[in-house]
Antibody
Framework: QVQVEQSGAEVKKPGASVKVSCKVS?????MHWVRHVPGIGLEWMGT????????TYVEKLEGRVTMAEDPSTGTAFMELRSLTSDDTAIYYC????????????WGHGSMVTVSS | DIQMTQSPSSLSASIGDSVTISCRAS??????LNWYQQKPGEAPKLLIY???SLQRGFPERFSGSGSGTHFTLSINGLQAEDFATYYC?????????FGQGTNVEVK
């Protein structure tokens, strides 16, 4: 059974960066990143395609976010820069494993708190 | 961006009840519509994909239907483990977008 291991909680100051990692035990078609913002709901942040190393981001995060994969370990990561309190959320990696157009499996979530 | 609107935002029901959740897209998305179930303190789980296909591991009391702009998730005979928040999500285009969620709670 495919498993997803995600990095732990982080506390960051405004203006800092955070990097969340995600390791999947099986083949990934696409790696999506979704965050759950309190009071807002689920927000898709972007996706990384390991087949061609291409990333697609939601427009509001363009320039602040990077999604990629470390080829030496096969671990996916999402880096978000210039953090503000609005970025306080639970961050999930959600790989497409079998269904190209769905988030088949979700990591347990990484709580990122941005506070001075 | 494709906007997804769910209704109701919450509903109260009893065990054994049948419930229906609606999800509307701001433009046609064919059947590129998925449903997720999320319980408190847990990550979401894929429940229905491609509008009507039941994900392995979920019972057949869950069903999805619809195409174009209007979709529904039905639960036929609520069980205790079904009380959760349900989200629809479109995969027709980027950015992927979610509905705001429907909280199914105990009456």
């Amino acid at each position: 059974q495919v498993q997803v291991e995600q990095s732990g909680a982080e506390v960051k100051k405004p203006g800092a960066s955070v990097k969340v990692s995600c390791k999947v035990s099986g083949h990934t078609l696409r790696m999506h990143w979704v965050r759950h913002v309190p009071g807002i709901g689920l927000e898709w942040m972007g996706t990384f395609n390991p087949e061609n190393d291409e990333a697609t981001y939601v427009e509001k995060l363009e320039g602040r976010v990077t999604m990629a994969e470390d080829p030496s370990t096969g671990t996916a990561f999402m880096e978000l820069r210039s953090l503000t309190s609005d970025d306080t959320a639970i961050y999930y990696c959600a790989p497409s494993l079998v269904h190209y157009d769905a988030f088949d499996l979700w990591g347990h979530g990484s709580m990122v708190t941005v506070s001075s | 961006d494709i906007q997804m609107t769910q209704s109701p935002s919450s509903l109260s029901a009893s065990i054994g009840d049948s419930v229906t959740i609606s999800c509307r897209a701001s433009q046609s998305i064919s059947v590129y519509l998925n449903w997720y179930q999320q319980k408190p303190g847990e990550a979401p789980k894929l429940l229905i994909y491609s509008g009507s296909s039941l994900q392995r591991g979920f019972p057949e009391r869950f069903s999805g239907s619809g195409s174009g702009t209007h979709f529904t998730l039905s639960i036929n005979g609520l069980q205790a483990e079904d009380f959760a928040t349900y989200y629809c999500q479109q995969s027709s285009g980027f950015p992927r977008t979610f509905g705001q969620g429907t909280n199914v709670e105990v009456k």
